[in-house]
């Protein structure tokens, strides 16, 4: 069974950071790309950033500059570095990983930036 396990979620202050981290389980051995998405009550899920296994990397506009996506592919995991946080990034993030052509999700993780 592939499993994604996510950490790293909490509340901070305007302004604070955080950090993101997606463990992927043993089943998932040819990863491509790796990301985050997020969703806001009320709105759809949307991406937040992505890396390829050769470390190109894309980022929403909303978040360049402010975060950045990581990852260790001996250990399959992909962080998402969070710093300069804002209310309006307040979201539940979700952490994808694509392996050949098949996308799979984690379970989510809250985040929630106080002003």
């Known amino acids: 069974q592939v499993q994604l396990v996510e950490s790293g979620g909490g509340l901070v202050r305007a302004g604070g950071s955080l950090r993101l981290s997606c463990a992927a389980s043993d089943r998932l051995f040819s990863i491509d790309l790796m990301g985050w998405y997020r969703q806001a009550p009320g709105t759809p899920r949307e991406l937040v950033a992505s890396i390829t296994s050769g470390g190109s990397t894309n980022y929403a506009d909303s978040v360049k500059g402010r975060f950045t996506i990581s990852r260790d592919n001996a250990k399959k995991l992909v962080y998402l570095q969070m710093s300069g946080l804002q209310p309006e990034d307040t979201a539940v993030y979700y952490c994808?990983?694509?392996?050949?052509?098949?996308?799979?999700w984690g379970q989510g993780t809250q985040v929630t930036v106080s002003s």
């Open positions: 994808l990983v694509n392996q050949w052509g098949v996308d799979y």
